[in-house]
């Protein structure tokens, strides 16, 4: 397992865990979005594998990169501080939301 990738067991493990849906396109859910969906529902224990096996900087990466919908409000304030307070990176103050009048 490199620096900022999760191995593929772990990341089948997260995705059969927290992704239990069919991807609407058919591809395979991202990296990216395995870890977010970890990081929005996961175990306190997942959460400290998490951790140990991206690091806290790409947990603030995966954040700054994050969808709407990714993340609810609880688990935003939640990693917000946390990896804050680690870090000391910027993270923006709410999560990423949809709108109902998004560009055309």
Do not use: C
């Amino acid at each position: 397992m490199t620096a900022n990738r999760l191995s593929n067991d772990l990341l089948e493990q997260f995705r059969r865990k927290y992704l239990w849906w069919t991807p609407v396109d058919g591809h395979p859910f991202s990296e990216d979005r395995v870890i977010a969906q970890t990081m929005n529902l996961g175990t306190y224990d997942d959460i400290l594998l998490l951790e140990k096996a991206v690091g806290q900087a790409h947990l603030v990466e995966i954040m700054r990169g994050a969808e709407p919908g990714w993340l609810n409000d609880r688990s935003w304030v939640f990693w917000r501080g946390r990896l804050t307070l680690a870090t000391g990176m910027a993270i923006p103050d709410k999560a990423p939301r949809r709108g109902f009048y998004a560009a055309v």
